[in-house]
């Protein structure tokens, strides 16, 4: 399993990005596929997630409201829009899949994002 986030840049605070990933290999039994992040010198924390059959969401409270996850069109591949960002979403940004009975047990490379004020 394979999976490639993209999207990530330097924007100014209040702009907006959106990031992608795809997932490709063996996506047999794929749930959900979820966003996290890692700013410098913090874990990792949980961003937003989407339930790929019934494409329900699920967000962070700093983030709602301001960021958007939902299912691409293409199979198995998500977005995740930023809106509003503010300096202290700078993080590397991962995305992550996971099947029903296990949790996110396959990762992305990561793609930064840096909000600058």
């Known amino acids: 399993v394979q999976l490639q986030a993209s999207g990530g840049g330097l924007v100014q605070a209040g702009g907006s990005l959106r990031l992608s990933c795809a997932a490709s290999?063996?996506?047999?039994?794929?749930?959900?596929m979820g966003w996290f992040r890692q700013a410098p010198g913090k874990e990792r924390e949980f961003v937003a997630a989407?339930?790929?059959?019934?494409?329900?969401?699920y967000y962070a409270d700093s983030v709602k409201g301001r960021f958007t996850v939902s299912r691409a069109s293409a199979k198995n591949t998500v977005l995740l829009q930023l809106n509003s960002l503010k300096p202290e979403d700078t993080a590397v940004y991962y995305c992550?899949?996971?099947?029903?009975?296990?949790?996110?047990?396959?990762w992305g490379q990561g793609t930064l994002v840096t909000v600058s004020s």
């Open positions: 992550a899949v996971r099947t029903i009975s296990r949790d996110y047990e396959y």
């Open positions: 989407v339930t790929l059959d019934s494409g329900a969401t």
């Open positions: 290999g063996r996506t047999f039994g794929f749930y959900r």
